[in-house]
């Protein structure tokens, strides 16, 4: 990890650093449990930080401010940053598949290394580490992905049939721990399926329904 903290227990950041699929190879704990603490420290630290920084801004613009802030996106550019998926303990299907690359879990090893720094020197290490690595997106959404897949497509649908009817999105399944749920959905027009997605949560999951069925029809044109 490139970032300037010595653990006084080495073994928390190895914990960290165990990804479920070598876990379940090895019959040993995942950095699961730590990446379900460090959710939580991370959120109050952004939030405590906004707070103080954006008076006078209403509660539900804070809300999006830190929601930005605490997204997948951001926490694996910062990961990627820090090289910690070089140091993560694969099973040997994840290392295969390109586990070290994706934004899910290098976002979800974040939350873990922050969880062992908490853990190992208490809250002003894990603020330090937090506002040192993403302090400088904190507000700022210009490096988030913004483009709304589902307005595209709703308007794509209605300028080719001229009518009203909206396209819907039907959640199929949802699995994984309450702490880190996935969303399975299908965007759905004129009761066929054009489109299907996962994320972490229901909206992002809509949206890559919505980016699959807008790559449907873009493939068509060609």
């Known amino acids: ?21 070598f876990a379940n190879d090895k019959h040993i704990e995942s950095n699961q449990r730590l990446e379900f603490l460090g959710d939580s420290v991370l959120s109050f630290v952004v939030a405590d930080h906004i707070y103080k920084k954006y008076r006078g801004v209403a509660e539900g613009e804070l809300t999006e401010i830190r929601a930005n802030a605490v997204c997948e996106k ?5 990961a990627g940053k820090l090289e910690l998926g070089e140091d993560l303990r694969f099973g040997r299907s994840e ?19 922050l ?5 190992d020197g208490g809250i002003e290490p894990a603020r330090e580490f937090v506002m040192n690595t993403i302090g400088d997106m904190i507000g700022d959404t ?6 709304n897949y589902k307005s595209e497509i709703q308007s794509y649908y209605q300028k080719r049939d001229r009518n009203r009817e909206v396209v819907t999105y039907r959640l199929i399944s949802k699995s994984g721990p309450d702490h880190n749920p996935y969303f399975e959905v299908e965007a ?27 790559e449907q029809t873009r493939e068509k044109k060609v």
Do not use: C, P
């Open 115 to 119: 969880a062992a720094i908490y853990l």
């Open 142 to 147: 210009s490096y988030v992905e913004l483009e």
């Open 95 to 113: 290392q295969m598949s390109g586990g070290k690359r994706k934004d899910s879990v290098l976002a979800d090893t974040y939350e873990a290394v």
């Open 188 to 214: 759905v027009y004129r009761g066929k399926v054009i489109g299907k997605g996962g994320g972490k949560t229901r909206k992002s999951a809509e949206q890559e329904a919505a980016k699959y069925a807008l």
């Open 74 to 78: 951001t926490l694996a550019i910062a």
């Open 1 to 21: 990890m490139k970032y300037n903290y010595k653990f006084n227990n080495r073994d928390l950041y190895r914990l960290a650093t165990t990804h479920i699929s």
